[in-house]
């Protein structure tokens, strides 16, 4: 299992051409405060991973947990166990109502036997999806900081995913 892990640290190393994605937050994370009710940008980040695919797996007051199978063949692969063959991208976002703003901080992990005594999570908070999960929270905020509903907030930040969204923001080689 140890060579498993050294070689996918390997992989991910040099296909991100060893240079990690560096937030300027407060938290390092993707992270933003938003001017609107926590539980809206709460509703409004839920819904539209949802539309995503992603499976809300906890909720409290303060936090989400959100989860979705990665359909990568070469992450399975490096990232699996014999106990289970897949691997789920797992979001947790924090929600700090502060007055009249909501700060949302994101935790984004790879996971290999989620939800067992095994479980392990594999640190992704300076992927090049992190980015793609920074220009989502962006949205959210423009949306809901220029006066749209949380539906029109859901459907305008639904319009492109995660990924297309990191594309977009990381340096064209």
């Known amino acids: 299992m140890t060579k498993r892990v050294a070689s996918a640290a390997a992989?991910?190393?040099v296909l991100t051409g060893c240079q990690g994605v560096q937030h300027s937050t407060p938290s390092g994370r993707p992270e933003v405060t938003i001017a609107a009710?926590?539980?809206e940008v709460k509703t409004a980040f839920v819904g539209t991973l949802t539309n995503f695919g992603y499976e809300l797996k906890r909720d409290s007051d303060f936090q989400v947990v959100v989860e979705r199978q990665i359909d990568n063949m070469m992450a399975n692969v490096l990232l699996s166990s014999n106990y289970d063959p897949t691997v789920e991208a797992r979001i947790t976002a924090t929600f700090l109502e502060l007055g009249q703003a909501t700060r949302v901080t994101t935790d984004m992990g790879v996971v290999r036997n989620g939800g067992s005594a095994f479980e392990a999570v594999t640190n992704v908070?300076?992927?090049g999806d992190s980015l793609g999960v920074q220009s989502l929270l962006m949205d959210i905020?423009?949306?809901f900081e220029s006066g749209k509903s949380t539906s029109e907030v859901i459907a305008f930040a639904s319009q492109r995913s995660i990924g297309?969204?990191?594309?977009?923001?990381l340096p064209k080689k």
């Open 141 to 143: 905020k423009s949306g």
């Open 37 to 39: 009710p926590a539980k």
């Open 164 to 169: 297309q969204r990191a594309a977009e923001q």
């Open 11 to 13: 992989i991910v190393a």
């Open 125 to 127: 908070n300076n992927s």
